[in-house]
């Protein structure tokens, strides 16, 4: 519902928060992407690693003056899904797809034997230079000032290493 004809219940109006999934913004790719988005943040943003699936492409489509992808999944299969994560934060600072392909991917394979290690560690020294300031990484080991420590809660009393709460005992 875009538009003033909608009243309250329009998506957009000013300090409006709109939660949704991933397929509902696949199926509604064309009213969603009709709204200027102040901030688009996308959790579990593995979910848009593949540049040809629809809800990748619909989270492509959104104009936002910010968009923000957390994962706690790292990059797992290969450099396509770094680009295609990349794009859809930032599009364009890889370049096109068959730049980025040239660029980066093209050379790897290129490469033989004892070489295949330095193109490799050469690439991505070159990819953490040019992201670098896009991204921040850290483990769940590492604590962020001014974030609560992380306490894990269970229904198993003889768990030692959780925090056993009752009403999750069942």
């Known amino acids: 519902k875009v538009g ?4 309250s219940d329009r998506l957009d109006m000013p300090r409006r928060l709109v939660l949704t999934t991933y397929q ?9 992407s ?10 579990e943003a593995q979910n848009l690693k593949n540049p040809n699936t629809l809800a990748t492409r619909a ?5 936002a003056d910010f968009k923000l992808l957390a994962t706690g999944t790292p990059v797992e299969n290969s450099l ?6 990349m794009d859809t934060a930032i599009p364009g600072l890889l370049g096109a797809w068959q730049s980025f392909r040239t660029t980066y991917i093209s050379p790897i394979l290129a490469a033989d034997g004892d070489a295949v290690r330095d193109v490799k560690l050469s690439i991505g020294r070159t990819l953490r230079e040019t992201v670098g300031n896009y991204m921040l990484r850290r483990t769940k ?6 974030l609560p420590d992380k306490t894990l ?5 003889d768990t ?8 999750l005992a069942g």
């Open 4 to 7: 003033g004809v909608y009243g």
């Open 24 to 32: 509902t913004l696949r199926d509604y790719q064309f009213s969603l």
């Open 34 to 43: 009709r709204i200027d988005w102040s901030i688009v943040a996308f959790d």
């Open 59 to 63: 989270a492509k489509g959104l104009k």
């Open 80 to 85: 396509k899904d770094f680009w295609c994560l």
């Open 141 to 146: 080991a590492e604590h962020l000032q001014g």
């Open 153 to 157: 809660f269970t229904g198993d009393v």
């Open 160 to 167: 030692p290493t959780e925090t056993y709460l009752p009403v």
